[in-house]
């Protein structure tokens, strides 16, 4: 004799759906991580935060500096290299020390004088954003 399940309840399995959907999505967007494709998207961030600090910069805007480390720090978590956790990108150094360093470059352009403004920064800067594009085109 088999037993009929009562009826499932909407209300109770709505919740379970969100939770399962939730899940899916930040496995998938684990999953999406591809080392390989960490250039791009270190070259992408920083093509899109670029003009914005350059803006900030003429403005003398400290606030957009606030908002830019947050968005760096949410960008180094989601590829792992925050604490250089994720040893997939070490090939890619060029590009974490860009997204690292480029915050602190603007901020040295408003306040040259700043402990972090070391002379050579700006320069390093520089040619790890051209070697992170170039690795981004290949």
Partial sequence: MTRAHPPLNRRAVRPLTVLAMTALACVGAF???DPAQYPAAAARFLDGELPKMEVAVGERDRDYFEAAMGRTVAFSEDWG???????ALA?????TDAVSDFVIVGLCRLMPNGGECEPGLASRFDANLRQCRQAAGR
């Fill in 31 to 33: 999953a999406q991580q």
């Fill in 91 to 95: 090939g890619y150094r060029m590009c």
């Fill in 81 to 87: 290299f925050k604490s250089r956790a994720n040893p």
